[in-house]
C-alpha cells in the first residue's frame, strides 16, 4: 500500500511514517509514503498557490495548476495513472470504519489536503475521484484528517497489528454488529478499592463473552443509540440482544 500526501506542510506527516504502529508497519515496508508539495510545481518567484476568489469573498483559494501538476507527479511515481485522488473536504462522504476497511482493502491513494477557503473546483473536477469528511466540524487544513485516515485504515493491513484479532473488537468492526466495544480492564485485581468485574475473572469463556457483549449493547445504548438501531435494521442483533435491551429500558 501507498500514500501520496499532497500538502503545503508536508513535515507534519512522518509522525505517521516513524512513530508507533504505522511506523513499525512502514519500517516492515507494509506501506510506503511520497509527499508532495504544490510549491514544488509553481513557476513564479514566490511560489504562489493561491489566489483571490472570484465573486469576491473573504480568504483564498488554492490554485487547481499547481495542484493537478503535483497529482500527476504522484500518479507517475506510483505507477499508478488512475490512483484513487482523495480530497479531504466538508462537502465529502462521512469517514468511518466502513470507509477505513474499503480503503485497506485497495493499494492506497493520493490525499490532496487543502488550506485557505477553498481549492479551485476545475481541479476537483478534473482531478478529484472521492471527497471524504472527518466530521462537521472546520480544521486549518486537511493535513490532521489525512492523518487521522491513514492511521485507521494502515493498522488494518494483514499483520500489522501484533494480534491477528484486535482490530476484529474494535468499536465499530463487523464482529461486534458496529457498536462501541466493551469497558476494558487490566492488573491490579483492586485499584482505588474499584474491583475488576467478577465476570471477567471467571475464567468461563462463554461467561466472558456474554458480559463483554452486553456491556457493548449497554454502552452503545448509552452513547450512541443510532448504532442499536442501525444493527437492528441491519439484522445484527440476536434475540438474546433484544431481551437485554429491553432490561435496559
Keep these: 500500500m501507498r500514500f501520496d500526501i499532497i500538502s503545503l506542510f508536508p513535515d507534519m506527516f512522518p509522525v505517521v511514517r516513524d512513530l508507533g504502529v504505522t511506523g513499525r508497519a512502514h519500517r516492515q515496508q507494509r506501506w510506503s509514503l511520497g509527499l508532495w508539495n504544490p510549491r514544488d510545481f509553481t513557476h513564479d518567484v514566490h511560489r ?48 468511518n470504519q466502513a470507509v477505513a476497511e474499503e480503503l485497506a482493502a485497495g493499494s492506497g491513494a493520493i490525499i490532496v489536503c487543502g488550506r485557505y477557503e477553498g481549492v479551485d473546483q476545475r481541479f476537483i473536477d478534473r482531478c478529484v475521484t472521492d471527497e471524504i469528511s472527518l466530521g462537521d466540524f472546520v480544521l486549518s487544513g486537511g493535513e490532521i484528517a489525512a492523518l487521522a485516515i491513514m492511521d485507521s485504515v494502515i493498522r488494518l493491513l494483514p499483520g500489522v497489528l501484533n494480534t491477528a484479532d484486535s482490530a476484529l473488537q474494535d468499536s465499530f468492526n463487523d464482529t461486534l454488529s458496529g457498536l462501541l466495544d466493551s469497558p476494558h480492564y487490566t492488573r491490579p485485581e483492586v485499584y482505588q478499592g474499584e474491583p475488576v468485574p467478577e465476570a471477567l475473572l471467571s475464567g468461563h469463556h462463554a461467561n466472558i463473552a456474554v458480559w463483554r457483549r452486553q456491556q457493548s449493547l449497554k454502552l452503545t445504548a448509552q452513547r450512541r443509540p443510532k448504532l442499536i438501531e442501525r444493527a437492528r435494521v441491519a439484522g445484527k442483533l440476536t434475540k438474546a440482544d433484544e431481551a437485554f435491551l429491553r432490561t435496559l429500558e
Design 48 to 95: 504562489t498557490v493561491d489566489d483571490r476568489p472570484y465573486g469576491g469573498g473573504p480568504g483564498m483559494v488554492m490554485l487547481a495548476d499547481p495542484l493537478e501538476q503535483a497529482v500527476g507527479a504522484a500518479r507517475n511515481a506510483r505507477a499508478e495513472p488512475n490512483a484513487n485522488v482523495i480530497l479531504m473536504s466538508p462537502t465529502g462522504r462521512r469517514f
